[in-house]
């Protein structure tokens, strides 16, 4: 089975500055996906970005970027300018391929923007 | 529909009664998951259906719970004799094939007295 891991339960990042959420996973699968979800205490989960692992190129939507080390198993996520909207969950999520949608997520990492 | 539709938002019950959570998915969509989570965690894997293919239920944690999905549309997921630890925020998603990707509803808060 495949596990994702976050190791920081909690972060917290000054307004405008760059903060980076760790994720790992562990898994025997050569292609798969990977993805950042934000649940804002609102409660809603939506999707941030999301990365195929046969792309070497790093995903970047926006503020937002990703390190994906395919050999370490390790998906970080970047948040650059941060802005108080960004407080939120973020999970890091797996899935195996997208015929055989089977997402599995971390425990998540609460971040708060200050201020 | 334009999203993912839970009902009810919220759900107050007393221990031992039974209760069924809905989720509408988005049309198209053959994927469907259920997920807990509970107050400040992290999101718990029940239930996922795919197709007309058998589900996965490998997550859902005690044979209290259970979940179908009629037309391969709506789904339910039916809690037996609701204990104080079934309190939580149940989610659905449904999925697109092409991108993987979930969409989520706003979720059923169950608080079990």
């Known amino acids: 089975a495949q596990t994702v891991t976050q190791s920081q339960p909690e972060m917290s990042v000054q307004e405008a500055e760059t903060v980076t959420l760790s994720c790992t996973y562990d898994?025997?699968?050569?292609?798969?996906?990977l993805f950042w979800y934000k649940q804002p205490p609102s409660r809603q989960m939506i999707l941030v970005i999301r990365?195929?692992?046969?792309?070497?190129q790093n995903a970047t939507e926006n503020r937002f970027s990703v390190n994906f080390q395919k050999a370490a198993k390790s998906f970080s996520l970047k948040i650059s300018d941060s802005q108080l909207g960004d407080t939120a969950m973020y999970f890091c999520?797996?899935?195996?391929?997208?015929?055989?949608?089977?997402?599995?997520f971390g425990a998540g990492t609460r971040l708060t923007v200050k201020p | 529909g334009a999203g993912v539709s839970q009902s009810p938002s919220n759900k107050v019950t007393e221990k031992g009664k039974d209760v069924e959570l809905r989720c509408d998915p988005i049309?198209?969509?053959?994927?469907l998951y259920w997920y807990r989570q509970s107050l400040g965690q992290g999101l718990e894997f029940l239930i996922y259906?795919?197709?007309?293919?058998?589900?996965?239920k490998s997550g859902l944690p005690s044979d209290r719970f259970s979940a179908e999905r009629t037309g391969g549309s709506v789904s339910t997921l039916t809690i037996q004799r609701t204990q104080q630890e079934d309190s939580a925020v149940y989610l659905c998603?449904?999925?697109?094939?092409?991108?993987?990707?979930?969409?989520f509803g706003e979720g059923s808060r169950l608080t079990v007295l």
């Open positions: 998603a449904s999925s697109d094939r092409r991108t993987g990707e979930l969409f």
């Open positions: 898994t025997s699968e050569n292609n798969y996906y």
């Open positions: 990365q195929e692992a046969y792309k070497q």
């Open positions: 999520a797996f899935m195996k391929h997208v015929a055989n949608n089977d997402m599995r």
């Open positions: 049309s198209g969509h053959t994927a």
């Open positions: 259906f795919q197709g007309n293919s058998a589900p996965d």
